[in-house]
């Protein structure tokens, strides 16, 4: 330690005591942006809501619960949508960079471990091998040069894989780990304003997952709710005139039939259903897949892959394993035991993960007596061991490490020269390369060790970081499915290129990110030709995604650090891998539980499944919109009486909407993804919703002209709506499989049924007709089913 610094008491209890009464404390904020009583507000107190739950409680006071039965699907969509945003509020408020329970710090003078909630400012950190540090600090003592010097990981921060050497005065951050050494470090930040708190704060912030599906929803929705307000006004004046205006009405009783006309008019405009299918389908998915080990931790992610066009890689964790592996040898100079040495400094207890993996290929090896050693050290950049004995034997010390550091001092010898200029071919190449290089001159252990004299390189050693078995072949795929791949990390450009060559890119080179523009235009520009980058900030990571979006990609990015949080927060889908820090699992919508980068197609082909079934489904409900609002328009303005009752909507509803839509969101559907699901869901839904509206029209007429009683125009009515929908449902099922021809037939046969069973008849107010209104609805359907048919195919050859 420097003697500067020996006295270094920390600060007394009392001292730590007034700071954190002064908030000087390392206390973070927590929690999400919305409070559970907001979500609550937020998903139970919307206009939609509002106009079902005021027509449930019309219709319940009026005494007519049966026709109410439209209220259980917007109670289960709110239901579905708490129970949503709370589980995403949950996992934010469990989100933390930081890990450790406890710090060590020093006060009056003594060491003690204290809540790291405790730590105030300007307390003494007391930092040792394997600590967290848990408030961004600066150091004041250490020992610069010798072997107790302190190195910190700072990978889940930065990105960077190796560990950085800090000396005094330099920065340590909350949330790195100490890799080794100790020191004393004097903390500058706490709570909200350290560099791990700010970025668990940014990345707590909710937000939902985009999704096309859902936004176009809600963007019907919104244009629904601009509608409905004249609608009621137009089918309230209609009913009212229907039953002989406002003073008849009040007088006969009448007028309860036309405010239940009234609400069954809005009601069925209101695509109520669509939004619950939706949810379930999204759910069930969310099963399917968390049964190949791929956690959904946000509902509409399953469709996100489906969209997508951008894939951003991490490399680490994501197309390696993040460990090394050996390489290959290459003997520059024989000379007895250099095996056997590299089998000793592979199976020192004190090994980093680079030296491991000489223990299985030399560990067999026989070995000089070994007398002394010196660890590694990063600044440094080499380890040594000195062997006893005769130099021809192996005899003399031993150094391993960058050939550019080891071989420092012998530059001007042709052949020294040589051999950096072929470790420098290797690393280009991406490889890890390093030299072992032998000197008969023996240089003890010392408290600043130097390398000792003629020393020469006897052969170079790669590594290479192990690539996932499942990355090439996933990789593939994607190309296939035409979805551009980006590889984005911290490390070396050159390595991160060599990586990216072995799992089949076409990477002449990695582009260096300490070069890219700040420029968000001139970002997207470089992003759209390059394709692989190293020394990437975690700013930058964030950037490129931002980039990317502002081109209109839909972009998607995985990793494992705390460096990849932020940018995966704010990619269209953010996806971890088992391997991933707290705070970037917390913040993905997707997480590979088994770090299975090959379950990534399975994830694209749930979510094409879904949005092409959401996408039939919505065809249903949105012709159900259309011809609500036509016929509501239409009868309200030629003062007819509404053609159903509530409960009557219910049977067609269910049977060619709700009960077959949950069976076409859930079978399989291989298609791929096409933007424009909103327009392609409407040019259908309109005009079919239309040709349903001229069918009723039609019958209404003849229904007039031959005296039809009003519960058997009211049948008659449900039975056209009934016939054309589900010839609707018909065509949206193709191609004819057995099992959809099955829900089609078992749709027709429940409408029979209803007519079949007396108190079914009786409860939904439904009767057998006459012959002469009986053909009327006949025709009238056939045409329908013959006009839906013609405007099928046209759709199919035109819009899709």
């Known amino acids: 330690m420097d003697e500067v610094d020996v006295e270094q008491t920390g600060l007394t209890s009392e001292e730590a005591a007034l700071r954190f009464e002064a908030g000087q404390g390392n206390v973070s904020s927590d929690g999400s942006t919305r409070s559970l009583w907001q979500i609550l507000l937020a998903n139970v107190f919307t206009l939609f809501n509002a106009i079902v739950f005021a027509g449930f409680g019309i219709l319940f006071a009026l ?338 490490g960058a050939p550019e550091f080891v071989l420092a001092d012998a530059h001007g010898d042709a052949g020294i020269e040589s051999v950096l200029q072929q470790a420098g071919e290797l690393a280009e190449a991406g490889k890890r390369t390093l030299v072992l290089a032998h000197s008969a001159v023996i240089d003890g252990p010392a408290e600043h060790p130097e390398l000792p004299a003629g020393l020469v390189p006897v052969a170079l050693v790669t590594f290479h970081e192990r690539v996932r078995e499942d990355a090439a072949q996933t990789l593939a795929y994607f190309r296939e499915q035409g979805v551009e791949v980006r590889v984005i990390s911290g490390d070396d450009p050159r390595t991160v290129a060599a990586v990216a060559r072995e799992v089949g890119f076409d990477a002449p080179r990695g582009y260096d990110a300490r070069t890219l523009p700040e420029d968000q235009d001139a970002l997207a520009e470089v992003l759209e030709t390059e394709r692989v980058f190293g020394r990437v900030t975690p700013q930058q990571k964030r950037a490129m995604v931002h980039a990317l979006q502002s081109r209109g990609h839909v972009v998607a990015m995985t990793g494992d650090g705390v460096n990849d949080a932020l940018a995966i927060k704010d990619s269209d889908l953010g996806i971890a891998m088992d391997s991933a820090a707290q705070a970037t699992k917390a913040v993905a919508r997707l997480v590979l539980l088994d770090g299975r980068f090959d379950r990534m197609p399975g994830v694209v082909a749930e979510g094409r499944r879904v949005i092409a079934n959401i996408e039939r489904v919505s065809m249903l409900f949105l012709t159900k919109t259309t011809y609500a609002f036509a016929i509501g328009i239409i009868f309200g303005l030629l003062a007819w009486a509404f053609p159903f009752l509530p409960r009557q909507l219910s049977i067609t509803d269910g049977l060619t909407i709700g009960i077959p839509a949950f069976f076409l969101a859930l079978m399989p559907n291989a298609s791929r993804y096409r933007s424009g699901f909103l327009r392609r869901s409407l040019t259908f839904a309109i005009p079919a919703g239309l040709v349903v509206t001229a069918g009723l029209i039609a019958l209404r007429i003849v229904g007039h002209d031959i005296g039809a009683t009003v519960v058997q125009m009211q049948s008659a009515s449900t039975l056209v709506l009934a016939g054309i929908a589900l010839w609707v449902l018909a065509v949206l099922a193709r191609p004819v499989t057995a099992f959809r021809a099955a829900v089609v037939v078992a749709m027709y046969a429940g409408l029979a049924l209803i007519w079949c069973i007396p108190i079914v008849a009786t409860f939904f107010r439904v009767e057998f007709l006459p012959a002469p209104l009986a053909i009327a609805v006949l025709v009238v359907s056939l045409v329908g089913m013959v006009v839906i048919e013609a405007l099928r195919f046209w759709h199919r050859r035109r819009v899709e």
């Open 63 to 400: 005494g007519r619960w049966q026709d109410a039965l439209f209220a259980f699907p917007a109670l289960f969509n709110t239901v579905i949508g708490v129970v949503q945003e709370f589980n995403a509020k949950r996992t934010l408020d469990r989100l933390a960079v930081l890990n450790a329970p406890t710090a060590r710090v020093r006060r009056d003078g003594t060491d003690a471990e204290i809540p790291l909630q405790q730590v105030v400012l300007g307390d003494l950190l007391v930092l040792h091998t394997g600590d967290q540090v848990t408030a961004d600090a600066r150091v004041v003592q250490t020992d610069e040069h010798g072997p107790s010097g302190l190195e910190v990981d700072e990978s889940l921060l930065t990105g960077e894989s190796d560990a950085i050497r800090k000396r005094r005065d330099d920065e340590v951050l909350s949330g790195s780990s100490v890799v080794s050494g100790t020191a004393l470090a004097e903390v500058v930040r706490v709570g909200d304003d350290s560099y791990a708190a700010k970025l668990t704060n940014e990345a707590r912030r909710f937000s939902l997952v985009q999704s096309e599906l859902r936004g176009s929803i809600n963007r019907l929705l919104k244009w629904i709710a601009w509608a409905l307000g004249p609608m009621i006004l137009i089918v309230a004046y209609g009913q009212i005139q229907s039953h002989g205006g406002w003073e008849r009405t009040l007088e006969t009783g009448e007028w309860r039939e036309a405010v239940v006309g009234a609400v069954a008019a809005v009601i069925a405009m209101v695509p109520l259903g669509l939004v619950l299918v939706t949810s379930i389908a999204f759910a069930v998915s969310a099963v399917q897949l968390s049964r190949q080990n791929v956690l959904i931790q946000e509902l509409p992610a399953v469709e996100g892959l489906a969209r997508v066009d951008v894939l951003c890689l991490d490399k680490t964790g994501t197309l390696t394993t993040g460990k090394m592996g050996f390489g290959e040898t290459i003997e520059l100079r024989e000379v007895a035991g250099w095996r056997g040495i590299l089998g000793r400094i592979g199976s020192a207890p004190d090994a980093n993960l680079t030296a491991q993996c000489l223990a299985e290929p030399f560990g067999g090896e026989q070995a000089p007596r070994i007398t002394g050693e010196i660890p590694f050290d990063s600044a440094r950049k080499w380890s040594a061991v000195i062997a006893g004995g005769p130099a021809e034997q192996g005899g003399g010390t031993w150094v391993f």
